[in-house]
């Protein structure tokens, strides 16, 4: 048996059943299976009888009929009888010895524990840009999202077999950075020696400037003019944005760091690595769109930007994006033409020109150990830049630069406080990344400080104490894992499409779906494993002749949860929708502690079903450890 996902083995199977059934091909057909919303209609229904009843010109129940007299031969081993409810649905469900066979198949554990999943047979060319902070400034809660989630998905595409390049498009030019060359020519850059935080020196001395720019117009021109320096490679100019760009990186890492996510100095591809390439695009975009040329006919693409108009608008290169019957892609307030703006008057590019160049570079340039050009690409940023995405993209594909890769801009809300507004300090301040993850760390030691203390509160949860005094150096670092498994979880279980609203109390909690309760159910399966060594010797739960029993109700219920990992890191990866794995995790857990409860491991009533329980608990355990990892949470083996 291929270790294929559930949904995927029964669709293959329907799809066949519903090709005989209606003449068509099973490659083109879509058999409809999902996974049941209530268990007591099976474990996964086929709703496709209703639809293709249409095309037959019958009944639904008589379709769904036809279908079930096809399926059934390929269903033998797989599910019990099928039943069609209602007008049509087919309920499956699958057979006890199906699920502990498809599970017995999980080969131990392995020094890269894949927990028996194998890679996507056709592996695509992936970019995932993400977390984007501003040189010149540190990293604040509105960087958390993009990073973390854009972490999510580069952990989850590289699992499945993916070839992914992680890019970090860092803000690191433009006029900020002339702003502080000028202001740099009359006060002193910063070190280590002036400063204890040099990033922080060098945030308020760009506050600084910044308020002169706005009230010093000799000062601006001049700031200006250090741009021009810093493109045209002046090299004091360049010293200066090398030495800040330098710690501004420093700091990041840092944080990234603390975080535990992967990206590296070698993502680093900021708006500076496209500089070169902007007059080109520009100079391209006018010769290819001329004022008013003929209309395109649809087809590039996706055909909704089948005309683009290139314009001069008091001296700014203007793109204006139309459909293939001439109306306006996009449209300001009064209705009329929005357009996008590539080249200022002044001669300067913005944000539009770079984002250009950067999806054609990833697209047509970018090397892979495959090929050249991505496949697909994904954007992590909050939904403030909806509109601009939705123009540069629409200029791409009117550009022909996008014709059949995807192109996913994911979107977030905001990180919102208890007052359901914007999180901020107390004094109204953007809250620090670094200062986030201080308290988070805090916190949890205060946890741990409070159940090694045997406070009643620390009962009420329900924590079994450690079978041995943590030393203050494994305190350290358990307060550490679960502070940051906390935050990061706390935003991940959350619908990335929504503000979330961030609560202390609620993040780092024992009870509910919270990072401590991940960690707790992992480490209570580790600690059922000790004890059994301690007890009963050492045991081989995967030799030969130990194989998995699955006949009490919540061995089915926790087996057939294990049985769909392989789809909720599909979900992930097709839907990129981290909080459906955060969920899936949850419930696992939750099953587990339901199963440690109803049925007796250690203390089962005979070994072969001693042995085939430990084995469900160290595949639950291996499967927490793996989801966990790649939501890019570490877990704890004792707590």
């Known amino acids: 048996m291929k270790h294929d996902s559930l949904q995927n083995l029964l669709t293959a199977r329907f799809a066949a059943a519903i090709a005989q059934v209606a003449g068509t091909s099973p490659e083109t057909t879509d058999a409809g299976v999902r996974p049941a919303g209530d268990p007591k209609f099976g474990d996964y229904q086929c709703n496709a009888a209703m639809a293709l009843a249409r095309t037959l010109r019958s009944k639904p129940r008589d379709v769904a009929q036809r279908i079930v007299d096809a399926v059934t031969p390929q269903l ?37 524990d894949r927990v028996g999943l194998a890679p996507v047979e056709r592996p695509q060319r992936v970019v995932v840009e993400y977390s984007q902070p501003n040189i010149a400034k540190q990293m604040h809660v509105g960087h958390l999202r993009s990073t973390i989630i854009g972490d999510v998905f580069a952990r989850v595409l590289a699992f499945e077999g993916h070839e992914v390049i992680r890019q970090n498009h860092i803000g690191d030019w433009g006029t900020q950075f002339g702003m502080l060359i000028r202001w740099y020519r009359e006060h002193a850059l910063p070190t280590p020696q002036t400063h204890t935080d040099v990033l922080e020196a060098i945030e308020a001395d760009y506050k600084a400037a910044n308020e002169r720019f706005q009230r010093d117009e000799a000062f601006a021109a001049e700031a ?33 760091g603390r975080l535990g996510v992967l990206l590296r100095t070698a993502d680093v591809c900021g708006e500076s690595f496209y500089n070169e390439r902007l007059a080109p695009l520009v100079g391209e975009l006018r010769a290819r769109f001329p004022d008013n040329p003929p209309v395109v006919p649809p087809g590039r693409g996706d055909g909704n930007a089948s005309r683009a108009v290139v314009r001069e608008d008091a001296g700014a290169v203007v793109v204006y994006l139309y459909d293939a019957q001439g109306a306006p892609l996009f449209k300001n307030a009064d209705g009329d033409a ?16 770079t984002d250009l160049a950067a999806i054609r570079f990833r697209l047509t340039e970018m090397r892979f150990p495959s090929g050249v050009g991505a496949q697909r690409v994904i954007y992590v940023t909050d939904d403030r830049q909806k509109l601009h995405f939705q123009q540069f993209l629409a200029c791409a594909r009117a550009a022909g630069w996008i014709t059949d890769q995807e192109v996913d801009h994911v979107t977030f809300g905001s990180v919102l406080g208890e007052d359901r507004k914007p999180l901020k300090t107390r004094t109204g301040g953007t809250i620090k990344l670094s200062e986030l993850l201080d308290e988070a760390e805090g916190r949890a030691r205060a946890l741990l400080d409070e159940r090694d203390q045997g406070s009643e509160g620390a009962r009420d949860r329900g924590e079994e104490p450690p079978a041995a005094p943590f030393t203050e150096d494994e305190k350290r ?4 894992r679960i502070g940051i498994a906390s935050v990061k979880y706390a935003d991940l279980r959350n619908d990335r499409n929504s503000p979330y609203v961030f609560s202390w109390d609620k993040m780092i909690s024992f009870q509910g779906n919270t990072a401590p309760y991940m960690l707790y159910a992992y480490a209570r399966i580790r600690s059922i494993y000790r004890k059994a060594a301690e007890r009963l010797g050492a045991a081989d739960v995967y030799a030969a002749g130990v194989r998995l029993i699955v006949s009490h109700a919540a061995e089915r219920a ?82």
């Not at 996008?340 to 913005?350: E, H, P, R, T, V």
């Not at 670092?477 to 550490?480: G, H, Q, T």
């Open 76 to 112: 033998a081993d797989i599910a019990e009888p099928l039943e069609i409810a209602g007008p049509g649905f087919i309920n499956i469900r699958l057979r006890d010895a199906f699920l502990a066979e498809y599970l017995g198949e999980i080969p131990p554990p392995a020094d890269s």
């Open 558 to 639: 926790l087996a057939l949860r294990l049985a769909r990992l392989r789809e909720a890191i599909d979900n992930v990866a097709s839907e990129l929708t981290p909080h459906t794995l955060c969920t899936y995790l949850y419930d696992l857990a939750a099953d587990f502690m339901r199963f440690y409860e109803s049925c007796p491991v250690l203390a089962a009533e005979d070994e072969s079903t001693r042995l085939s329980r430990m084995r469900l608990c160290d595949i639950t355990a291996r499967t927490l450890k793996l989801g966990l990892a790649l939501l890019g949470i570490e877990v704890i083996e004792r707590m």
């Open 224 to 256: 200006r003019r250090a741009v021009g320096e810093l493109q045209s490679g002046d090299a004091q100019a360049r010293h200066v944005w090398e030495q800040i760009r330098d710690v501004s990186l420093d700091a990041v890492h840092g944080i990234y």
């Open 338 to 353: 929005l357009g996008m703006i590539i080249q200022k008057s002044d001669g300067a590019f913005l944000y539009a020109t």
């Open 477 to 480: 670092e358990i307060a550490r």
